[in-house]
Protein backbone atom coordinates (compact mmCIF):
# COMPACT_ATOMS: atom_id res chain seq x y z
CA UNK A 1 0.00 0.00 0.00
CA UNK A 2 1.08 3.47 -0.96
CA UNK A 3 0.67 6.52 1.32
CA UNK A 4 -0.09 9.88 -0.34
CA UNK A 5 1.59 12.48 1.42
CA UNK A 6 -0.53 14.53 3.84
CA UNK A 7 -1.03 18.37 2.83
CA UNK A 8 0.93 19.77 5.21
CA UNK A 9 3.88 17.07 3.76
CA UNK A 10 3.19 18.48 -0.17
CA UNK A 11 3.57 21.85 0.89
CA UNK A 12 6.56 21.30 2.67
CA UNK A 13 8.12 19.41 -0.04
CA UNK A 14 7.29 22.31 -2.38
CA UNK A 15 9.06 24.65 0.21
CA UNK A 16 12.14 22.66 0.42
CA UNK A 17 12.07 22.40 -3.20
CA UNK A 18 11.26 25.96 -4.36
CA UNK A 19 13.37 27.52 -2.22
CA UNK A 20 11.15 30.74 -2.64
CA UNK A 21 11.15 33.07 -0.19
CA UNK A 22 7.75 34.78 -0.78
CA UNK A 23 4.68 31.59 -1.35
CA UNK A 24 1.54 32.49 -2.68
CA UNK A 25 -1.18 29.61 -1.53
CA UNK A 26 -3.06 29.81 -4.94
CA UNK A 27 -0.18 28.91 -6.81
CA UNK A 28 0.92 26.20 -4.28
CA UNK A 29 -2.63 25.03 -4.56
CA UNK A 30 -2.49 24.53 -8.21
CA UNK A 31 0.99 22.82 -7.74
CA UNK A 32 0.05 20.20 -5.08
CA UNK A 33 -3.33 19.58 -6.50
CA UNK A 34 -5.57 20.48 -3.73
CA UNK A 35 -8.21 23.26 -3.01
CA UNK A 36 -7.04 27.01 -2.07
CA UNK A 37 -9.20 26.82 0.52
CA UNK A 38 -7.52 23.71 1.78
CA UNK A 39 -4.00 25.33 1.02
CA UNK A 40 -4.93 28.08 2.63
CA UNK A 41 -5.62 26.42 6.26
CA UNK A 42 -2.75 24.56 6.82
CA UNK A 43 -0.84 27.02 5.22
CA UNK A 44 -2.08 29.35 8.27
CA UNK A 45 -1.13 25.41 10.63
CA UNK A 46 2.16 25.56 9.35
CA UNK A 47 2.52 28.98 10.54
CA UNK A 48 1.48 28.48 13.97
CA UNK A 49 4.17 25.75 14.17
CA UNK A 50 6.68 28.37 13.10
CA UNK A 51 7.50 27.60 9.48
CA UNK A 52 5.92 30.58 7.76
CA UNK A 53 4.63 34.20 8.52
CA UNK A 54 1.54 35.44 6.96
CA UNK A 55 2.55 38.91 5.39
CA UNK A 56 -0.82 40.62 5.41
CA UNK A 57 -3.87 39.30 7.08
CA UNK A 58 -5.96 37.05 4.53
CA UNK A 59 -3.78 38.13 1.61
CA UNK A 60 -2.99 34.39 1.05
CA UNK A 61 0.40 35.43 0.81
CA UNK A 62 3.36 33.93 3.31
CA UNK A 63 6.80 34.07 4.51
CA UNK A 64 8.95 31.46 4.63
CA UNK A 65 10.67 32.41 7.88
CA UNK A 66 14.33 32.66 7.79
CA UNK A 67 15.34 29.66 10.28
CA UNK A 68 13.80 27.29 7.63
CA UNK A 69 15.25 28.70 4.78
CA UNK A 70 16.96 25.42 2.82
CA UNK A 71 20.52 27.52 2.27
CA UNK A 72 21.83 29.10 5.74
CA UNK A 73 22.38 33.18 5.65
CA UNK A 74 26.20 32.94 6.60
CA UNK A 75 26.86 30.86 3.05
CA UNK A 76 27.38 27.45 4.46
CA UNK A 77 26.28 24.60 2.57
CA UNK A 78 23.09 22.67 3.63
CA UNK A 79 23.52 19.10 4.42
CA UNK A 80 21.20 16.32 3.92
CA UNK A 81 21.26 15.62 8.34
CA UNK A 82 20.22 19.47 7.89
CA UNK A 83 16.99 18.73 5.79
CA UNK A 84 16.11 15.92 8.00
CA UNK A 85 16.04 17.94 11.19
CA UNK A 86 14.05 20.98 9.46
CA UNK A 87 11.45 18.46 8.23
CA UNK A 88 11.36 16.21 11.83
CA UNK A 89 11.17 19.58 13.79
CA UNK A 90 7.95 20.37 11.64
CA UNK A 91 6.31 16.98 11.45
CA UNK A 92 7.13 15.68 15.11
CA UNK A 93 5.89 11.97 14.51
CA UNK A 94 7.05 10.70 10.74
CA UNK A 95 8.07 7.58 9.29
CA UNK A 96 11.76 7.06 7.57
CA UNK A 97 9.94 6.42 3.98
CA UNK A 98 8.27 10.08 5.28
CA UNK A 99 11.98 11.92 5.89
CA UNK A 100 13.20 10.28 2.87
CA UNK A 101 10.66 11.57 0.62
CA UNK A 102 10.49 15.31 1.41
CA UNK A 103 14.05 15.67 1.47
CA UNK A 104 14.81 13.51 -1.56
CA UNK A 105 17.68 11.57 0.14
CA UNK A 106 18.75 7.87 -0.29
CA UNK A 107 17.71 5.78 2.75
CA UNK A 108 20.38 4.50 3.89
CA UNK A 109 21.49 8.09 4.69
CA UNK A 110 17.71 8.47 6.47
CA UNK A 111 18.43 5.33 8.59
CA UNK A 112 21.62 6.08 9.71
CA UNK A 113 20.26 9.73 10.87
CA UNK A 114 18.02 7.96 13.05
CA UNK A 115 19.99 5.72 14.26
CA UNK A 116 22.35 8.41 15.61
CA UNK A 117 19.35 10.30 16.95
CA UNK A 118 17.80 7.20 18.74
CA UNK A 119 20.92 6.59 20.43
CA UNK A 120 21.58 10.13 21.61
CA UNK A 121 17.95 10.36 22.71
CA UNK A 122 16.04 12.77 20.52
CA UNK A 123 14.26 10.11 18.62
CA UNK A 124 11.88 7.36 20.40
CA UNK A 125 9.76 4.73 18.06
CA UNK A 126 5.89 5.53 19.46
CA UNK A 127 4.26 2.57 16.65
CA UNK A 128 3.85 1.44 13.65
CA UNK A 129 2.07 2.73 10.28
CA UNK A 130 1.26 -0.45 8.59
CA UNK A 131 4.79 -2.24 8.01
CA UNK A 132 6.65 1.08 8.70
CA UNK A 133 8.16 2.45 12.02
CA UNK A 134 6.61 5.52 13.39
CA UNK A 135 9.35 7.67 15.54
CA UNK A 136 8.41 10.73 17.14
CA UNK A 137 11.11 13.69 17.90
CA UNK A 138 11.39 14.28 22.06
CA UNK A 139 14.49 16.39 22.51
CA UNK A 140 14.14 19.85 20.38
CA UNK A 141 16.99 21.83 21.05
CA UNK A 142 15.87 24.24 18.26
CA UNK A 143 16.30 25.11 14.53
CA UNK A 144 20.04 24.00 14.19
CA UNK A 145 20.23 20.26 14.58
CA UNK A 146 22.17 18.17 16.75
CA UNK A 147 25.69 17.49 15.84
CA UNK A 148 26.45 13.86 17.24
CA UNK A 149 29.14 11.33 16.29
CA UNK A 150 27.75 7.93 16.30
CA UNK A 151 29.09 6.32 19.50
CA UNK A 152 30.80 9.09 22.17
CA UNK A 153 28.05 11.73 22.06
CA UNK A 154 28.04 15.41 21.05
CA UNK A 155 31.02 16.65 18.95
CA UNK A 156 33.43 18.98 20.70
Request: proline share 6%; hydrophobic share 40%.
Amino acid sequence: MILRPTIPERIIQHIIASEQEVLIASEIAITINCPVAVTVNTMNFLEKRGLLAESSPDSGTFLVLKRYKVSNSKGKKTTGRDKMWRVMRIKRRFTRIDIKRLTELPITSVETYFNILISHGYLRKIGKDGRADVFMLIKDPGPKRPVLRKHKGVRP
